[in-house]
């Protein structure tokens, strides 16, 4: 009996030792296939890195392409205080609204984050409409930077104005017109 319990311990013993190298060798190629698998996604992820890059540069902002959209044009330049545009009633312009003017060859700059006025858009005059036409409105010359001219054909741009949807204000609001720059007595 004492040698039969000899066996069956050793026998036990062998059983263990086999059952742990089938559990050992399952887990190198748990291990293994784990590894492959790390590999594999630091790869995809590399790939998504470069193909993100790459699209980087040539999505463009759907807010720069609304911000940076022009209005209409300049027609023409009857003096150095009196432009046309090419807007009229037909697209909602009425008095007193005013564009900034950007050169036709540069175009509207983008646009900063828009929290201040260092980072708006800056143009190389402004306009306010004095009389509208059905096709065309007069305004007049309200700022111009040192240094440019408005000509015929270069951009306007008002951020909140849509052509589609007329201007409505509503409650009371005082009206004060500006003072002419250039009336008689007037310093400039």
């Known amino acids: 009996m004492h040698l039969d319990y000899n066996t069956k311990l050793a026998q036990y013993g062998a059983d263990i030792d086999a059952e742990r190298q089938h559990f050992n060798d399952a887990l190198k190629k748990l291990e293994a296939t784990v590894a492959d698998k790390d590999k594999r996604i630091e790869n995809l992820k590399k790939n998504l890195e470069t193909v993100e890059n790459r699209l980087a540069g040539r999505r463009q902002g759907v807010e720069d392409t609304v911000v940076r959209r022009s209005e209409g044009t300049i027609n023409s330049v009857a003096s150095e205080d009196v432009v046309y545009i ?23 700059p983008h646009l900063g984050d ?3 006025s260092e980072n708006m858009p800056s143009g190389e005059g402004a306009i306010e409409v004095e009389s509208v036409g059905a096709y065309s409105s007069q305004c007049r010359v309200i700022k111009t930077e040192v240094g440019q001219h408005i000509n015929q054909g270069d951009l306007i741009h008002n951020l909140v ?3 589609q949807h007329p201007v409505q ?20």
């Open 169 to 188: 204000l509503r409650g009371v609001w005082p009206i004060r017109r500006r003072p002419d720059r250039h009336a008689p007595g007037r310093r400039s």
């Open 161 to 163: 104005y849509d052509r």
């Open 86 to 108: 090419d807007l009229g009633s037909g697209e909602h312009v009425v008095p007193g609204m005013t564009f900034e003017v950007y050169n036709r060859h540069e175009g509207i």
């Open 114 to 116: 828009g929290m201040s």
